[in-house]
């Protein structure tokens, strides 16, 4: 089936650093969006992007979708201990009306 | 709380046992969709339902593996013969009637096949 390409797999990084993900398709999609899992919950979406190009920002995160509508990447600035977590990117509106997830990228922040 | 709800949370069962896992959509959302968590992995959608319809369940198994929206109650997602390889987190996401990519997660049903 058709994938997404999210990287890194994993970060380690202190609080107070920023950190930057991406995701690449091979595929256009209509709509892009970032989701943060914790540990034992659900996904939770922080953002989505309806626009290639687009930047949206939800306090200190920010993205963008690419221009070409293959990729996205998500920001976080200034990172803090409750932001570890896995975030997901995912896709939207080429298959019908099913979302397609990222491998995820597992953040882990250093007090 | 009016969030996707899902039951259980944890079930554990032996081979060849039958797991059921339920889900109720949050209020007003006619979109219900199941996703396969395995360890340390993304989430693999299985299918994607509608109250008695089921529009794509290009995700799911051949075999062993159903899934229904009934008009009144739970979307209900069906292991028969359970396997090991079956032991996953499984997730249901509901999303209102103009469907746009944004899904709300419930907690998971953890599946362990012993």
């Known amino acids: 089936g058709q994938q997404l390409n999210q990287s890194p797999q994993s970060m380690f990084i202190q609080e107070g650093e920023d950190v930057s993900m991406n995701c690449t398709s091979s595929?256009?999609?209509?709509?892009w969006l970032w989701y943060k899992q914790d540990p034992g919950e659900g996904p939770v979406l922080l953002i989505a992007?309806?626009?290639?190009?687009e930047l949206t920002s939800n306090g200190r995160l920010t993205a963008q979708f690419g221009i070409t509508r293959k990729d996205s990447f998500l920001n976080i600035s200034a990172s803090i201990p409750s932001d570890v977590g896995i975030y997901f990117c995912?896709?939207?509106?080429?298959?019908?009306?099913?979302?397609?997830f990222g491998q995820g990228t597992e953040l882990s922040v250093k007090p | 709380n009016a969030g996707v709800m899902q039951n259980p949370r944890h079930l554990v069962r032996r081979r060849g046992q039958e797991a059921r896992l339920r889900c109720s959509p949050m209020k007003g959302h006619s979109h219900v969709y199941w996703y396969r968590q395995l360890p340390e992995e993304g989430l693999k959608f299985m299918v994607y339902l509608q109250k008695e319809n089921i529009i794509d369940e290009s995700g799911m198994p051949k075999e062993r593996f159903s899934a229904e929206f009934p008009k009144e109650g739970p979307s209900i997602l069906r292991i028969q013969q359970v396997v090991r390889g079956d032991s996953a987190a499984y997730f249901c996401?509901?999303?209102?009637?103009?469907?746009?990519?944004?899904?709300?997660f419930g907690e998971g049903s953890r599946l362990t096949v012993l």
């Open positions: 995912a896709g939207f509106g080429n298959q019908g009306g099913k979302l397609i």
């Open positions: 996401a509901s999303s209102p009637l103009t469907n746009t990519g944004e899904l709300f």
């Open positions: 595929s256009i999609f209509n709509t």
């Open positions: 992007l309806y626009k290639a190009g």
